[in-house]
């Protein structure tokens, strides 16, 4: 037999992923007998790569003579730029001073499927290819203020893997080998459907070459979606947040908005933790009358004083060891980032200071830009949450939009105000404990009257007209300890994960608040005593692109997780806020 060189790995035309360190191996065929020919080196390479040398391995088994002795080689190399068709070189060289060439055409990828897809169920769905695993978060289509995933959230991770391909049918050519993804997806309390299970999915090229759409070819759990296609999204452009005040109508006055003369806006999207006060001697109480309609329209036209706005109002005591930096759980940077242009941050430490750390909560009835005389417009999608919008339009109270909120009488059937004393079946009564977020605002309407030329009373720190308006969430923090640990958790950033627990794994998926679009972060681990490893990659669901490993500590109490102080996030603290629903 004549000396011979097989490559094994990669197989051809699979898809290789720049960055990734790939195996090139192999067999390698020798000549016995009186003059015996054996391989004196192997290198590989792939591309533009350097050239490497590979290990080789003599065959068990071969007697000196007949049959001819053979080797194994493998080596990893790791796949260089740029995209498209790349050759791997596999280069023998003898000790009979004989060198013999293979070679393999492979398909190099930056990461081809990073991107957001439309779901043939409705969904929309952000991937991130991270060399050889793809991450992503699948939301339901039912988009709103509050963004998708209310009914429907599920995280996925998978690895790439080499499945015969489906070609377009113009080509003609037959499948070939190709990229495959496998892994295991699970959905997170966001939503309300709670399932989980594995998926297969096989890439379909475009007549150009390019992946196009990703169709399921099995699953396991009850998973819904049985195709994927790539789509152009563009996200929300948001105005800075005194223009959005200033396009949300009031229903006082022809054309009067919560900004204007009336709100002064001072940072957007603030968490924060508190003790519920309630106010007038009532836990909420709305400025609407009980049988008062409850249409735009009944809601726009009103032209009410100051008394019938339909906010619906509470106080409360916030938890500045929380906010100051020091405390377990404080925000870092809180007071240093993310204020609006021209404002001082001193102005609300001294109002809390000098008030006893009292923040007003209003929660506007709706959100919407049309006037009265507007009624064409009365149907235009909201622009904050509201108590009496929809789904994903309405304020959430742990995480579920509020429905058909049930005024009461204070004085009388047709009195204003009225008060609310359940909101989503959460008992809102004095010292609750709350997490709120909204924008941070003065609210200088009610003031004019007692300073035209101060109507905000920055100066004024007794004053209390720090406020959280329009209120986008309440968290009742009501969660109790559980072996499992599915719920909905929060961390001292501010942002918000939705953590489900299934056997020893731990999945969650991360987002921050109305308006704050950076955060979007998927998580599996694995959990072993009170330890969880894992790993963490942001998604295209937010502009972060980062990941990595994780350790975190279960608290003994079950209600907080604490990160590996040597290891990522160093500075984070998470606390369990309510339970995943059943």
């Known amino acids: 037999m004549a000396l011979d060189a097989h490559i094994i790995q990669p197989f ?53 003579q007949k049959p001819p002795p053979s080797w194994s080689f493998h080596a990893s190399v790791r796949v260089p730029g740029p995209a498209g068709s790349m050759t791997v070189v596999v280069r023998v060289h003898f000790d009979s001073n004989v060198d013999m060439v293979r070679t393999r055409t492979v398909n190099a990828s930056a990461g081809e499927l990073t991107g957001v897809w439309s779901a043939d169920d409705g969904g929309v769905y952000f991937l991130k290819q991270d060399i050889s695993n793809l991450w992503w978060v699948g939301l339901d289509g039912h988009a709103g203020v509050q963004r998708p ?26 499948p070939v080998t190709g990229p495959g993804i496998g892994g295991s997806w699970a959905d997170v309390p966001r939503g309300t459907r709670m399932r989980s299970g594995t998926l297969t999915l096989r890439p ?39 223009t959005l005040l200033a396009s949300v109508q009031k229903n006082v006055g022809d054309g009067e908005t919560l900004g204007g003369g009336n709100l002064k806006a001072y940072k957007d999207h603030v968490v924060v933790f508190g003790h ?21 329209k009944d809601f726009i036209c009103a032209h009410a004083d100051g008394n019938h706005d339909a906010d619906a109002n509470t106080d409360i005591a916030i938890d500045r060891q929380r906010l100051d930096s020091g405390g377990d759980f404080s925000q870092p940077n809180f007071w240093t980032e993310g204020w609006e242009p021209g404002v ?76 609310v004393v359940l909101i989503n079946g959460k008992v809102m009564s004095a010292g609750t404990l709350v997490r709120v977020s909204g924008p941070l605002v003065l609210d200088c309407g009610h003031l004019e ?55 020893d794994s731990i999945w969650w998926f991360g987002m921050g608040p109305v308006r704050e679009t950076a955060f979007g972060q998927v998580f599996r681990g694995t959990l072993k005593d009170r ?39 160093s500075n984070r603290r998470w606390l369990k806020l309510y339970d995943a629903r059943p």
């Open 12 to 64: 051809a035309n699979v898809l290789v992923v720049i960055g990734e360190l790939i195996t090139i191996s192999g067999t390698v065929d020798g000549l016995a007998g009186a003059e015996p020919v054996s391989p004196d080196s192997v290198m590989v390479q792939i591309g533009t790569s350097p050239p490497v040398e590979a290990m080789l391995v003599r065959a068990v088994g071969h007697p000196p």
């Open 149 to 174: 995933g209310l009914t429907v959230t599920t995280v996925f991770l998978g690895q790439l893997q080499s499945i015969p391909a489906l070609q377009p049918a113009a080509a003609k050519t037959g």
């Open 204 to 242: 379909i090229r475009a007549a150009d070459g390019s992946i196009q759409q990703l169709q399921v070819t099995a699953s396991s759990g009850g998973f819904t979606t049985t195709m994927l296609t790539r789509t152009i999204h563009q996200a929300a452009m948001l105005s800075d947040l005194q």
């Open 276 to 296: 519920l006060l309630g106010i007038a001697g009532q836990n909420v109480v709305v400025n609407w009358a009980v049988n008062a309609g409850r249409t735009y």
């Open 344 to 419: 001082d941050p001193e102005v609300i430490q001294h109002k809390l200071n000098g008030t006893s750390n009292a923040l007003h909560l209003e929660m506007v009835m709706f959100g919407r830009g049309a006037r009265c005389d507007q009624r064409d417009r009365f149907d235009d999608p909201p622009l904050v949450p509201g108590w009496n919008e929809r789904d994903g339009n309405s304020v959430l109270i742990n995480g579920r939009p509020v429905t058909a909120l049930r005024l009461d009488p204070i004085d009388g059937f047709d009195s204003v105000p009225s008060r």
């Open 449 to 503: 009257w007692s300073d035209p030329f101060d109507s905000c009373r920055e100066d004024d720190f007794d004053v209390a007209n720090q406020e959280i308006h329009p209120v986008y969430a309440i968290d009742v923090v009501d969660a109790t300890p559980r072996v499992n640990l599915s719920g909905v958790w929060g961390d001292n950033l501010g942002m918000t994960y939705y953590v489900r627990h299934i056997a």
């Open 531 to 569: 330890t969880i490893d894992g790993v963490w990659r942001d998604v295209p669901f937010g502009t972060g692109d980062s990941g990595g490993a994780l350790r975190l500590t279960v608290d003994p109490g079950l209600l907080q997780f604490a990160a590996d102080p040597q290891g990522a996030f």
